[in-house]
């Protein structure tokens, strides 16, 4: 296949495989990248492109705001088809108890230097006509933003060959060897150092991983520009993104600079097939329509899935393996890897590179998984 030893060989040209190469490649280290399918087709062309600041857990806001720092940083150079839209979000409060949440968030933000505002019941409908009357209030996030994800994934990898990074489209890894990767077609690819950034495939790759496939489902809609201004989420997304056990939904609706609207979302473990699920549209349509009458009117045109992978402390792997130093992890992103691609690319390469980093690596250090601690 190649006689070529390279520094680093990637698997996966998903978003963080992409980014992990274009940072590498920056390095000025030797990088190849090998893709089954086609750049940005697996879960990356399946997410929403929210990038979020989220505050689940220290560690989860340190990467998410240090990765939307880093969009913001190369927002004027991405190209026009990368779709970048600083809509900003909405957390949409439907009772007291949400108003609890959404103050609760105002402080935690304020606390760290992020932007919010508290909107009552009258400045959320004049933020946005379209929602139903009753709702209390809301937290406006106005730093976060939306991308389309693929065509970001695109321009990294662009980033990356422009720089020498050899790209293996339409191949499959087979098996992680000492000393590179070996093809489905038995060839090998020599590098100093393999990254597994194959998403919801990478414990296929390395075994004792855990990372499990998390199904998500969305929805698209013809085009009504401004029928919502921001990404509206319902506070209760956050129960269910957090849940580990059960099928759940919530309101999660985006607008698209096409005037398209994204509608989410929801999560399934223990589901394998890709299959799009009436019952579960259905639950994820009559959420939506719950805090936004008018779109029952609207034409959706396409449903679809995605495996989102996910970590049982629900942050990334990011760093060597736990009995490998020559294999590196960049997975279990589970619904922040579009967001959190770009830091995951600055920890990885960091840590390549054996030098500090802008923000502490240890609660994303693959390591943890044998320290017992996840399983709490
Ligand atoms: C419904 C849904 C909504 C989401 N919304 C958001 C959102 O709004 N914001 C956000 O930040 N995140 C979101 N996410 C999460 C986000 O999409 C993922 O975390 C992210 O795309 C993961 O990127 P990745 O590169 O790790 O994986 P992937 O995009 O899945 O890339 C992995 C790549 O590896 C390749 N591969 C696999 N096995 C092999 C092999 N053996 N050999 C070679 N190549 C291989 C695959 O073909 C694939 O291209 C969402 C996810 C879903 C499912």
Same mark, same amino acid.
């Given at each position: 296949?190649?006689?070529k030893?390279?520094?680093?060989?990637?698997i996966?040209?998903?978003?963080?495989?992409?980014?992990?190469?274009?940072?590498?490649?920056n390095?000025? !280290?030797?990088?190849?990248?090998?893709?089954? $399918? +086609?750049?940005g087709?697996?879960?990356?062309a399946?997410?929403?492109?929210?990038?979020?600041?989220?505050?689940?857990?220290?560690?989860?806001?340190?990467?998410?705001?240090?990765? =939307?720092?880093? #969009? /913001? =940083?190369?927002?004027d150079?991405?190209?026009r &088809?990368?779709?970048?839209?600083?809509? $900003?979000?909405i #957390?949409?409060?439907?009772?007291?108890?949400?108003?609890?949440?959404?103050? *609760?968030?105002?402080?935690f933000?304020?606390?760290?230097?992020?932007?919010? &505002?508290?909107?009552d019941?009258?400045? !959320?409908?004049?933020?946005?006509?379209?929602?139903?009357?009753?709702?209390?209030?809301?937290?406006?996030?106005?730093?976060?933003?939306?991308?389309?994800?693929?065509?970001?994934?695109?321009?990294?990898?662009?980033?990356?060959?422009?720089?020498?990074?050899?790209?293996?489209?339409?191949?499959?890894? /087979?098996?992680?060897? @000492?000393?590179?990767?070996?093809?489905? /077609?038995?060839s090998?690819?020599?590098?100093?150092?393999?990254?597994?950034?194959?998403?919801?495939?990478?414990?296929?790759?390395? %075994?004792?991983?855990?990372?499990?496939? *998390?199904? $998500?489902?969305?929805?698209?809609?013809?085009?009504?520009?401004?029928?919502?201004?921001?990404?509206?989420?319902?506070? $209760?997304?956050?129960?269910?993104?957090?849940?580990?056990?059960?099928?759940s939904?919530?309101?999660?609706?985006?607008?698209?600079?096409?005037?398209?609207?994204?509608?989410?979302?929801?999560r =399934?473990?223990?589901?394998?097939?890709s299959?799009?699920?009436?019952?579960?549209?259905?639950?994820?349509?009559?959420r939506?329509?719950?805090?936004?009458?008018?779109?029952?009117?609207?034409?959706?045109?396409?449903? #679809?899935?995605g495996?989102?992978?996910?970590?049982?402390?629900?942050?990334?792997? +990011?760093?060597?393996?736990? &009995?490998?130093?020559?294999?590196?992890?960049?997975?279990?992103?589970?619904?922040?890897?579009?967001?959190?691609?770009?830091?995951?690319?600055?920890?990885?390469?960091?840590?390549?590179?054996?030098? /500090?980093?802008?923000?502490?690596? @240890?609660?994303?250090?693959?390591? %943890?998984?044998?320290?017992g601690?996840?399983?709490?």
């Open positions: 296949m190649s006689s030893t390279y520094d680093v060989v990637i996966g040209a998903g978003i963080v495989g992409s980014a992990c190469a274009a940072e590498c490649a390095e000025g !280290l030797t990088v190849a990248i090998v893709e089954a $399918g +086609i750049i087709g697996g879960a990356t399946a997410g929403m492109g929210h990038l979020t600041v989220m505050d689940d857990s220290e560690a989860q806001f340190a990467l998410t705001r240090y990765s =939307q720092q880093l #969009w /913001d =940083q190369m927002s150079a991405l190209p &088809e990368v779709e970048h839209d600083s809509c $900003g979000t #957390w949409v409060a439907v009772d007291d108890e949400e108003m609890a949440e959404v103050r *609760r968030k105002e402080k933000y304020a606390e760290r230097g992020v932007k919010t &505002e508290v909107l019941a009258q400045s !959320l409908a004049e933020a946005e006509p379209n929602l139903r009357g009753g709702l209390v209030g809301g937290l406006r996030v106005p730093g976060d933003s939306v991308i389309y994800p693929p065509c970001a994934a695109q321009y990294f990898v662009d980033q990356a060959t422009a720089k020498g990074t050899a790209l293996f489209l339409g191949m499959a890894v /087979d098996k992680i060897e @000492t000393g590179g990767i070996r093809l489905r /077609d038995g090998l690819i020599s590098a100093g150092l393999v990254v597994n950034s194959a998403g919801s495939a990478s414990p296929a790759l390395t %075994r004792g991983l855990e990372v499990k496939k *998390r199904k $998500g489902h969305l929805v698209i809609t013809d085009r009504y520009p401004s029928f919502v201004r921001h990404q509206l989420v319902e506070l $209760g997304y956050l129960k269910s993104a957090h849940s580990m056990t059960s099928e939904v919530a309101f999660n609706v985006q607008p698209r600079k096409t005037g398209q609207l994204l509608i989410g979302s929801s =399934q473990f223990g589901v394998d097939n299959h799009v699920e009436n019952a579960i549209v259905t639950r994820m349509l009559e939506a329509v719950e805090y936004l009458p008018g779109l029952g009117k609207l034409s959706s045109l396409r449903a #679809w899935t495996f989102r992978a996910a970590t049982p402390d629900k942050l990334p792997l +990011i760093g060597p393996h736990m &009995e490998n130093e020559r294999l590196y992890l960049a997975t279990g992103h589970e619904g922040l890897g579009i967001t959190t691609s770009l830091a995951t690319a600055k920890l990885l390469v960091d840590q390549i590179m054996n030098r /500090d980093s802008a923000i502490p690596v @240890t609660p994303y250090l693959p390591t %943890r998984m044998t320290r601690a996840v399983h709490a």
